[in-house]
């Protein structure tokens, strides 16, 4: 029995700690409609072809920004140059 128990452990952690990298991955926030909700701004609106992601850093015409974690629907940044973090929301 805890054997069992142990393996269903085991693949519930395998799965949220995919859940997680695949949020966190480069392919998800480019592809996704991102809105500006509070600290540092590299711009309103990062949509799909407005930004660009090169080694965990947002380029855009207003500013880098590197990307400190995402939660799916949350994105947390932090301005490259004045270390201060600003929060996006995603609208996809």
């Known amino acids: 029995m805890k054997e069992r128990i142990f393996k269903l452990f085991l693949i519930i952690v395998a ?9 966190n991955s480069s392919y998800y926030i480019e592809n996704q409609d991102w809105k500006y909700a509070d600290g540092t701004h590299i711009g309103d609106w990062l949509g799909k072809s407005n930004f660009e992601i090169k080694g965990r850093i947002i380029y855009t015409s207003n500013g880098n920004a590197k990307i400190i974690f995402s939660f799916g629907k949350n994105l947390i940044i932090e301005n490259t140059e004045t270390q201060v973090r600003g929060y996006y929301v995603n609208k996809s």
């Open 15 to 23: 799965i949220v700690t995919t859940l997680v990298l695949y949020v």
